[in-house]
């Protein structure tokens, strides 16, 4: 029987879309917290949320779709 992480991996292979969102978002957090300016920071910061949340919605959706 597979367990839940590997469900989780088998369908995030086959969507590349999280894939990518991903390393995006960890890219802009990482700026973000890097950036000297304030509003750049939390402007970055919380464009990687918003990308991180959307990348675990669409995966979430795609598993429920395929059950």
Do not use: H, W
């Amino acid at each position: 029987m597979l367990s839940p992480y590997d469900i989780n991996l088998k369908y995030m292979r086959k969507f590349k879309l999280d894939q990518t969102l991903v390393p995006v978002a960890m890219l802009l957090l990482v700026v973000g917290m890097t950036s000297t300016e304030t509003y750049m920071k939390f402007t970055l910061m919380g464009a990687a949320i918003l990308l991180n949340f959307t990348a675990l919605m669409l995966n979430t959706q795609n598993i429920k779709n395929k059950e």
